[in-house]
C-alpha cells in the first residue's frame, strides 16, 4: 500500500543506521521533510477537527491524530519509531505553524466532496485558499505500465457471452469511451439481460468495476437506493452498478433513473448535511433476469443485450463456461492483468458511428430490442385505440393527441404517426375555426378533410369544429 497520496508520490527513505554526525542530521532532516508531506496530504481540517482523507466522514481530535499517525510514520521509517523531536517538529511544522504550501500544512476543508473523474490529485485547491476533496480515486492498478501479457481470458468471455459481435463491440465501445473520458458521461445505459442465471452478467459488472476502481464504483440490488434519499454518496461514483433491475411501467423510481442517466447535474443529499447540486459523471451497467417490458417505446437511454447462451448454470456447456469464468477472476486478482485491460481498451477506437451522447435505437438497436419495440408498440396501439374509440372519434386534433401520448400513456411523441398509421387515420393540415393558419387534423378510416368539413362514408358531410372530439370533456 503507497502511503503517500498521489500528488507527485515520493519513496520511502528511512534514516540508514550508522552514519556520520554530518550524514545523520542530513538524514534526520530527509525523513522530517516527508514525514510532514505526508501529514499535510493525508488529512484535512474544518472548523478545528481533523478528517483523513480515506475516511472523510470520520472526524478527529489533535490528540488523536497525533497517535494515530504514529503508525504511518513508523512504516515511512522502516519500521522504526520515529525519534520524538523529529515527530515534534513534524506536527509543529505541519499542524500548529501558519503556511500557504499545500504539502507543508493541513489544508482548511469546506466540507464538499466532489468527483473529479480522471484528476488524480485528491484535493482541489480553491481560490478561497480551502480545498474540496476529490471523491474519485485513481485505482491502484493503474500506476503499472502495459506488459506483454495475454488479454485472451477476458476476451473469450467477451465472445461468449456476446454472442452478436455487433452488439459486442457496441458494449466495448461504450466501456473504452468511458473510460478514455472518464470526466464525461455517457448519455444512454447498458442493461444485460438473459432469462437464465449464470451467464455472466455479474461478472462482466465486476470487470468493469474493477477497470473503474472500487472505490469509484458503487453496486447496488436494487434501484431504490439510488434513487432514493441519501443518495449523495451513490451517485458521487464515476460507475454505478444496478444488480437484478426490475421496474413497474411509468414508475417514480424509473423516472428518476431515466434522468440520472442523462442530466449532467442533480440535487443530492447525504446523512447530515443539507441538499446540494452534485455534478454527474456516473455511467449505469445494469442487469435483469425479466424481460424489461417498462422500457417505452422509442426509449433511447438503454441498450439491453440479450446475453444468454449455453454456458448457463443449468446449460450444456455450463462446465466449459465456470472454467472460463475462474480464469477470468484469476485475471481480475492480478492487477497486471488489469493493467492490460486497461490500456487495451484505452487505445480502442470506437466504431464511426458510435455516439456516447445519443443512441440510435433504430440504426443499433439489438434483437431484444426489436422485439420490445414490438411488443411495446401492440400494447400502446391496442391502448390508443381504445381511447380514440372510445367516444366514437372521427377526428382529433395533433395538439390533444399529443397530450394524451405523452401525459397518459407517457410515449414518446415521435410514436405518435406510427401508431396512428398502424390503425388506419390520415394526418391533415388544414384551417379551421377561422383561424388563418393551418394546424395539424387526424381523421379516422374511410374519413377525409376538404375546405374545413369532414367528409365521411354515406355523404358524411359536417365542419371540423363540429366533428372534432372534445378531448378535455371525454
Known sequence: MNLLPPEDPLPARPVPPALPAAEAGAGRQDLKELLIRLLARSYLRREGRFYHIDRPLESMSRDDLQRAFLIPARRLNNGDPVPKPVLKEVFDTAILQNNADPDRSIPVWTGAITPYPGNPRRRIQLESGQVILNGWKQPDYRRLPASAASLRPFLVFFSTIFQSAAERDRVLDWLAWSLQNEHKK?????????????TGKSTFCRIAAQLFGFENTSVENNIEKVAGKFNGPILGKKLIVCEELHLRPDSEVGNKLKTLITEPFTMAERKGRDVEKLPLHACFLMTTNHLPLWIEAGERRFYVVDVDHEGHASGPKAGRFGRLVKRVEAAMADPQRMADLYH???????????????????????????????????????????????????????QDLRAYVTQEMRVSVNAIRHMMTELGWSRHVVKWGGKDYARALWTAPKYTVDRGNILGPGAFRQAVCDALWDAAEA
Not at 455517457?186 to 449464470?198: C, M
Not at 487495451?344 to 458511428?353: S, T
Request: net charge neutral; with cysteine; hydrophobic share 40%.
Open 344 to 398: 487495451f481498451l484505452l487505445q480502442r477506437k470506437p466504431a464511426e458511428d458510435f455516439d456516447a451522447l445519443s443512441l440510435n435505437i433504430e440504426r443499433h438497436g439489438t434483437e431484444v430490442m426489436k422485439k420490445l419495440l414490438a411488443h411495446q408498440f401492440a400494447a400502446t396501439t391496442q391502448q390508443l385505440a381504445e381511447y380514440l374509440g372510445r367516444e366514437n372519434c372521427i377526428a382529433i386534433t395533433e
Open 186 to 198: 455517457p448519455n444512454w445505459a447498458i442493461l444485460l439481460y438473459s432469462q437464465r442465471k449464470g
